[in-house]
């Protein structure tokens, strides 16, 4: 069992850069994947991207603006933001997947219900 603590939120203004952390103690990437979700107020969960062991998974509107990847050496998972948008602006999570031979995870890694593990999100403004 992990616990992601995400770090990294703030405000920035349209245009700019963020990058957002996912640490957890035992958070291995050969065991586990990682999504990125995100939540507006009073709205469902959003996927954003997904990773597992080289291979990484991104939702239509942010393919090319945000990149997944990790640093297996200090157990993080990151998500880089660029080219901010206003209506980026929300609540970001980070969310893990034990790995099993059972579940594909490329076919469901933006399904909420594939992370037993969330961490209690980061707050993304993006605001002139």
């Known amino acids: 069992q992990v616990q992601p603590v995400e770090s990294g939120g703030g405000s920035v203004q349209p245009g700019g850069s963020l990058r957002l952390s996912c640490a957890a103690e035992?958070?291995?990437?050969?065991?586990?994947?990682i999504g990125w979700f995100r939540q507006y107020p009073e709205k469902g969960r959003e996927a954003v991207a997904g990773?597992?062991?080289?291979?990484?998974h991104y939702a239509q509107p942010f393919k090319g603006r945000f990149t997944i990847f990790v640093v297996n050496a200090n157990n993080t998972a990151y998500l880089q933001m660029t080219n901010l948008k206003l209506d980026d602006t929300a609540m970001y999570y980070c969310?893990?997947?034990?790995?099993?031979?059972?579940?594909?995870?490329?076919?469901?890694?933006?399904?909420?219900?594939?992370?037993?593990?969330w961490g209690q999100g980061t707050q993304v403004t993006v605001s002139s």
């Open positions: 035992g958070l291995t990437f050969d065991r586990y994947a």
């Open positions: 969310a893990a997947h034990r790995r099993t031979a059972a579940y594909n995870f490329a076919l469901g890694w933006d399904r909420e219900e594939a992370y037993p593990y």
């Open positions: 990773f597992t062991r080289g291979s990484t």
